[in-house]
Each structure stands twice: as C-alpha cells, then as structure tokens.
C-alpha cells in the first residue's frame, strides 16, 4: 500500500456523500473547463518546447493570462451588476 492510500480513502468515501456527489458533479463546469480550454486554445496538446523548466515557465505565464482574463471579465460584470 502507498503512504497516502489511507486519505485517498477518506477523500473517496468523502466524495461519494450525498451533499459531496451533487458539489463534484459541477466539477466538470468549472475546473476541468480551464484545462481544456488550456488544451484547446493554447497548446497544451502538445510539448513544443524542450525541457521541464521552459515547459513550466509556459505553463505559468498561460496561466497566469488566464486568470487575468478571468479576472477582467469578473470585473466587467460586477461593474454592470452596480450600475
């Protein structure tokens, strides 16, 4: 057994509780969302660079402009919500 298996359970009996199933049902909607959009419109298919350094630098500056924009458009939305 790995040294974590005994929170994987916690976390797996946790998950599988009846508040928890409907909360990670939306899981797809939010977090699993960033990611594909990270795949689809940034290149995150596919390595095109070499070495773990500059791929993590990529990572970090895509992400960073992703939560930038997020943030800009959270924002504008509040902005329109006080008006």
Same mark, same amino acid.
């Given at each position: 057994?790995?040294? *974590?298996?005994?929170?994987?359970e916690v976390c797996d009996?946790?998950?599988? =509780?009846?508040?928890? %199933?409907?909360?990670?049902?939306?899981? %797809?909607? =939010?977090?699993?969302?960033?990611?594909?959009?990270?795949?689809?419109?940034?290149?995150?298919?596919? =390595?095109?660079?070499?070495?773990?350094?500059?791929?993590?630098? %990529?990572?970090?500056? =895509?992400?960073?402009?992703?939560?930038?924009?997020?943030?800009?458009?959270?924002?504008?939305? *509040?902005?329109?919500?006080?008006?």
């Amino acid at each position: 057994r790995h040294i *974590w298996e005994d929170y994987m359970e916690v976390c797996d009996d946790i998950r599988y =509780t009846e508040g928890m %199933k409907d909360l990670y049902s939306h899981r %797809k909607e =939010t977090i699993e969302r960033i990611f594909g959009t990270a795949k689809e419109n940034h290149g995150f298919r596919y =390595t095109q660079m070499y070495g773990k350094a500059r791929m993590e630098m %990529k990572v970090a500056l =895509t992400f960073a402009c992703m939560n930038l924009k997020k943030l800009a458009r959270i924002k504008h939305e *509040w902005r329109l919500e006080m008006a």
